[in-house]
């Protein structure tokens, strides 16, 4: 496996230099060209031919240097291939090539690059330029037949090159675009939730200065360290998008339910009660499927914290066959008219969003007895196996 590993980095490595100095590329393909055309010429001759000549060599180097600017201009390379090509035929009695290895290329590459009119002209111009060539040359129904088809396979590998490339561009478009959603989501709901938890902070202290000093100064702490933990996680999500370059920071690893403790402590320094609950035992989970976990109850808390006017809130974490149920319930308001509460924003599509990533499912309603809201989330667990895949 590390093996086949390293011939695909190796792979990716010379396709991006490739890409970065198509010019080399292009001068490397001409000189492979030129080696296949060099064979007839240092191979014996049969007896009474007549020997190889320097003209004729330097005529079929003629025909290959043009490959040089086959991507700048293939439909010009092409006519100055099939120019050298009927000198070499008309004016030297040189050996001639197994396969017409330039007119291959430059077929492959004006269906590959070029538009639809000058491909068409293109196919219109070789059905009459093979015929011809053959006729000048061997006059072989056999070579004819031959050679119409390898020219026609160099023009569908070419459209079928351009097909593929076009389905990668469009497959990194979406995956790019899902990416900024995911990205979108985070920043959501690491600035709502701490915003959030700062308003109501920031209301309560003036009412604590004048009747509970020491729980204002708590409140104020509460304010600093919840908007230090915004910055902390919004630099990670920065540092993201910055991928890739010299000023990107280290990466940090995404909060997990280990951090889910800390968010509720800090939930209840605003002056909510929460209740925590693990049971069936703490179990590692994959990385992605705990970061998920920790911001569906971020974004449960902070709509209780938003909308519900709430009491109490409380959260449970249960593992059960393979699946992580996770429940935030709280006794407050209950559900918007007709909707849901938060159906306006972002919050519970963002829920939703994170479950449905993982195969899971989230259900919001009612709490137990009709009162309150309920987030219900159930997030399946692969096992160490199927996660490392």
């Not at 025909?63 to 040089?68: G, H, R, S, Y």
Request: proline share 7%; charged share 20%; aromatic share 6%.
């Amino acid at each position: 496996m590390g093996g086949r590993g390293d011939v695909r980095a190796r792979w990716e490595r010379t396709r991006t230099w490739g890409g970065a100095n198509p010019w080399a590329v292009d001068a490397g393909i001409a000189l492979l060209v030129q080696a296949a055309m060099t064979m007839p010429f240092v191979v014996p001759r049969p007896p009474g031919l007549e020997p190889a000549t320097w003209t004729a060599y330097g005529l079929t180097t003629l025909t290959v240097v043009p490959l040089v600017w086959r991507r700048r201009a293939p439909v010009a390379v092409l006519l100055a291939i099939l120019a050298a090509s009927t000198l070499y035929i008309l004016a030297v009695e040189g050996p001639g090539q197994p396969l017409p290895y330039t007119g291959l290329v430059i077929v492959y590459t004006v269906a590959l690059r070029s538009p639809a009119r000058k491909r068409l002209a293109t196919a219109g111009l070789m059905l009459v330029a093979v015929p011809v060539s053959v006729w000048l040359n061997t006059r072989s129904a056999r070579e004819l037949t031959f050679s119409l088809f390898v020219f026609g396979a160099a023009y569908v590998f070419g459209r079928l090159q351009d097909a593929r490339q076009r389905a990668h561009l469009v497959e990194a478009e979406r995956a790019a675009a899902r990416e900024r959603a995911r990205i979108a989501r985070e920043m959501h709901d690491i600035l709502s939730h701490a915003v959030s938890l700062m308003v109501v902070q920031a209301e309560a202290g003036p009412v604590a200065v004048r009747v509970a000093p020491e729980r204002a100064e708590a409140a104020f702490e509460a304010i600093s360290e919840t908007g230090r933990e915004a910055m902390t996680q919004l630099r990670q999500m920065l540092g993201l998008l910055r991928e890739g370059s010299e000023a990107a920071p280290p990466r940090e690893p995404q909060p997990d339910v280990s951090g889910i403790p800390a968010l509720v402590e800090r939930v209840r320094s605003g002056g909510l009660p929460v209740v925590y609950t693990t049971r069936g035992g703490v179990r590692a989970l994959p990385a992605a499927t705990g970061a998920s976990a920790y911001r569906i109850v971020q974004e449960a808390l902070t709509n209780v914290v938003r909308h519900a006017d709430a009491r109490r809130a409380e959260v449970l974490l249960a593992h059960a066959d393979g699946v992580l149920h996770v429940t935030v319930t709280d006794d407050g308001r209950g559900p918007a008219p007709a909707a849901g509460r938060g159906s306006g924003g972002h919050g519970l599509t963002g829920i939703r969003e994170r479950a449905a990533a993982h195969g899971g499912t989230a259900t919001t309603g009612p709490g137990p007895d009709g009162r309150g809201f309920e987030v219900r989330v159930l997030l399946p667990v692969p096992s160490t196996a199927e996660a490392g895949r």
